[in-house]
């Protein structure tokens, strides 16, 4: 800091009031104040040499003249006349002409305008030298993470944090209370005795998951079945055939309509946020019985507040019999949507039970305590091979962009390497741009390679590993390739390598007889390398 002289005017002089006269008082003796009555005193003071003062002495002619402290501009003297007076700084003119000069400077190009904001919570980021933008607000829960992609460099993030995740040792843990009863009737009204009516699927306290677009069908029986759109085709019956629907309820045992479609109708039960088995199960319905309406009973002997959550794969949904006196509610999601977008490694094949809701698909997400995930993939699937449905590219506009999704993975390329590597980069780096302007703002986007079945990966399936990595990169998305484990940050930068996920040592243990399949094994392994390999990309 600066002192600042005072006195020296010709104003500036010890006087007294004598009658109608002011006198001269040379040799008077002053002190310097900061208030002009009581406060505190300076004694941080110097004569015009620099010379340390502790008061202020009037010169032969009666004039004043010091140096205040640092950083003072006004004070008071006091030489005990009666009164103090103020004494501003002799160079006050000067400070203000900088001032002026520094405000100048502001405007124009070296200022920002207020309008640069325009909603409450609005963050003014730099995006490079003296250059800045606006981070519009953002929502509740979401978090302010680097983002060395971005524009501002930093986004607001949906994404998960590695202390958040739940405990490992029961998040895909089945449940260790005493199961209840389960047992199947064919027919369309309840077996419970004085039931309540029919809790309608579109309008009992259901919290739908996975899925989304419900509608009835049309005819009997399918006019009372609720089944979700928002997969492609997005048609009734060839729609989404794996998701889930979770209520509350009080009810010593309940029963829920379903319609038995073939062997492959199954079901997932969880009570309380466990599931009761690890493999999805038989629904009871015979052989003979198919297109038929069912009613599954769930008795647990005593009544008790339970989360109740079904998983159904091919499995039309009719609502809920509650026995008299019994109350349910609707449960609240958690974790965000989680959605993935690939091909039948995804989907589930014949080769591990209850399709896509025995796949990796829904332990991963009990891993990372996401209740709301969605399998959007399709078998036969990739970046440019259709199959019997669409690409990836194709499906953007009907199966993620509706359904604001928080998370999104992304695995497909195995039914493309046999293709053009520059048609199957191309087609990435479009879908990549598509699917970020496609989720939920500040929602993650995570890339997994080319799946291989052996631990002797074709150059095809190596080089097609590369392509995508390489359009992940260009994209600013974390990228894991199944053949090294590398796990890649979003420009492109090695974070870990945890090695090959199928070697040919585990192929036999993991991979299903048709040599190309997981098995319920292999989905198991790998819900737990990729949720290793997301760990390694996400934020501590």
Known sequence: MTRHAFGGSPADFAMEKVGNQLLLRPGAIGTVWDAPVEGNQYTDLTDTALNPITQITADSNGAVAFYGPDGVTSLYIDFEYGKRFILTATDIGTIVDQLATTVAGLSGANSVPKDTVTTKGDLIVGTGNATVTRLGAGTAGQQLVAAPTATAGVAWSNGWRRRALPDLSTADAVSTITPPTITVTRQSTSTI????????????????????????????????????????????????????????????????????????????????????????????????????????????????????????????????????????????????????????????????????????????????????????????????????????GNRVAGDITPYSFDRLIVWAGYNDNGGNQTTISNAAAALYTALKSAIAPGGDIFVIGCYSATGTPAGSITNTDNTIRAAAAGAGLPFVSPLSGTVYDAVGNPIVTQGPWI????????????????????HIYLSRRIYQAMCAAMPA
């Open 193 to 392: 005795a004085s039931a309540q009516p029919l809790l309608a699927p579109d309008t009992g306290p259901f919290l739908y998951l996975g899925a989304g677009s419900f509608t009835y069908g049309t005819g009997t029986p399918d006019s009372s079945y609720y089944l979700p759109l928002s997969r492609y085709p997005n048609t009734y019956t060839s729609g989404q055939a794996h998701w889930a629907v979770e209520f509350w309820t009080d009810a010593s045992l309940f029963e829920i309509k379903f319609k038995y479609i073939s062997a492959a109708t199954k079901y997932r039960l969880s009570v309380d946020d466990r599931k009761l088995t690890d493999l999805a199960q038989l629904t009871g319905a015979t052989v003979g019985s198919e297109g038929s309406s069912h009613v599954l009973k769930v008795n647990f002997g005593t009544a008790a507040p339970r989360k109740i959550r079904f998983d159904f794969t091919t499995m039309p949904w009719g609502g809920l019999f509650l026995p008299p006196g019994a109350t349910a509610w609707k449960p609240a999601p958690r974790g965000g949507r989680l959605g993935v977008l690939g091909d039948s490694i995804c989907d589930g094949s014949a080769e591990n039970t209850g399709a896509g809701i025995g796949t990796w698909v829904y332990r991963l997400g009990r891993l990372l305590g996401c209740t709301d995930v969605w399998d959007q993939a399709r078998g036969g699937t990739g970046y440019i091979t259709p199959g019997s449905f669409a690409t990836l």
């Open 503 to 522: 070697t040919a040592a585990n192929a036999s243990a993991y991979v299903g007889a048709d040599n190309v399949h997981p098995n319920d094994a292999g």
